[in-house]
């Protein structure tokens, strides 16, 4: 088994999540050295096209607060058919 690491942000302001958390995470990741990432982004508010692109390519998992809440806190992610 390889070891990898798992990065996490929370974004909590009134402004959509854009492309420089993912940017600004991925940096931060890339500290560690492992070949293999994990990141995931909690927001607050909606996400940018940019983001969400990167979210469809598979490069990060993205978790609205919206959607935490009405899952109960048991399984949520965003709807990747949006």
């Known amino acids: 088994m390889q070891a990898?690491?798992?990065c996490a942000?929370?974004?909590w302001k009134n402004a959509d999540a854009d492309i420089d958390v993912f940017n600004n995470l991925k940096r931060?990741?890339?500290m560690f050295?492992?070949?293999f990432s994990h990141l995931y982004i909690f927001t607050k508010k909606f996400?940018?096209?940019k983001l969400y692109d990167e979210y469809v390519?598979?490069?990060v998992k993205i978790?609205?607060?919206d959607e935490i809440i009405k899952s109960g806190c048991s399984n949520f992610a965003i709807n990747s058919s949006n």
């Open 4 to 6: 990898m690491d798992l």
């Open 9 to 11: 942000s929370q974004e």
């Open 28 to 30: 931060k990741s890339e």
């Open 33 to 35: 050295k492992y070949k």
């Open 47 to 49: 996400i940018t096209s």
């Open 57 to 59: 390519i598979g490069h």
């Open 63 to 65: 978790y609205p607060l």
